[in-house]
């Protein structure tokens, strides 16, 4: 029997960290002479991996700028940490969906832009680690949307596409979900507008964790 397997995106989808990002973001861009991107820019390419959010954000710079760049982001957010200023509350019912999800058997996991640090430190702080089997993050994958991350996760879990479901405030995510041909759902409370996740091919979309526990299939 294959396994039932439930996915989370982080960022926008299980913690809403935009004030963290956007300011990590604006001290990177600061600390090299740069004008910031705004913030719905910024939260527009949350969920890509550093080097390919920041291409976004800064297209006519070389491959190498950007690496630059990625490395004074990093700089600026374990800098946030040392601060204690690192915001990452989880969004409201994700909690209790976790538990129950795991109770009744799911499998839980995450694929993430975050690094494994970022990740562990993150669902530690929030005491769930314990509830997920596979994590996967931007230091061993492409960036989203390529589907390496769930395809891992799958293979980790014993889980097969139509047993997936994978779950994300991006169009990235929902990409991703399709090109691995699982069950993609999109959430409505995070950094994407519930629109795109449509218009991206999101087989629904949640705007609030009741609504998602029924998408899933779970009482």
């Given amino acids: 029997m294959t396994n039932r397997l439930v996915v989370f995106d982080c960022d926008g989808t299980l913690v809403d960290s935009q004030h963290s990002i956007c300011t990590a973001m604006t001290r990177a861009f600061e600390s090299a002479r740069l004008t910031p991107p705004d913030r719905l820019a910024i ?4 969920g890509l991996s550093l080097p390919h959010a920041i291409a976004r954000l800064l297209p006519e710079a070389e491959a190498d700028f ?8 990093k700089q ?11 915001s990452e509350p989880l969004y409201p019912g994700i909690a209790d ?6 109770a009744q058997g799911w499998l839980l996991g995450v694929a993430t832009g975050k690094s494994d640090r970022g990740l562990g430190l993150c669902l530690a702080h929030h005491g769930i680690a314990g509830h997920f089997v596979t994590l996967q993050t931007a230091d061993r994958h492409p960036s989203k949307p390529h589907p390496s991350m769930l395809l891992t ?12 479901v994978m779950i994300g405030d991006t169009r990235f995510d929902i990409d ?4 691995a041909g699982v069950r993609s759902i ?13 218009e ?8 609030d964790s009741a609504e998602l526990r029924r998408h899933i299939g779970t009482p």
Avoid at 76 to 86: C, D, I, T
Avoid at 153 to 164: F, I, K, L, W, Y
């Fill in 76 to 86: 600026a957010f374990h800098q946030l940490r040392a601060e204690k200023a690192v």
């Fill in 200 to 207: 991206a091919g999101a087989h629904a979309v949640a705007m």
């Fill in 43 to 46: 939260l527009s390419v949350v």
């Fill in 176 to 179: 991703m979900g399709l090109a």
């Fill in 97 to 102: 969906l976790i538990r129950d999800l795991d």
């Fill in 66 to 73: 950007h690496d630059h760049l990625s490395d004074r982001y």
């Fill in 186 to 198: 999109g959430v409505g409370w995070g950094y994407h507008p519930p629109h795109e996740l449509a």
């Fill in 153 to 164: 996760a799958m293979a980790e879990a014993g889980a097969a596409p139509e047993t997936t």
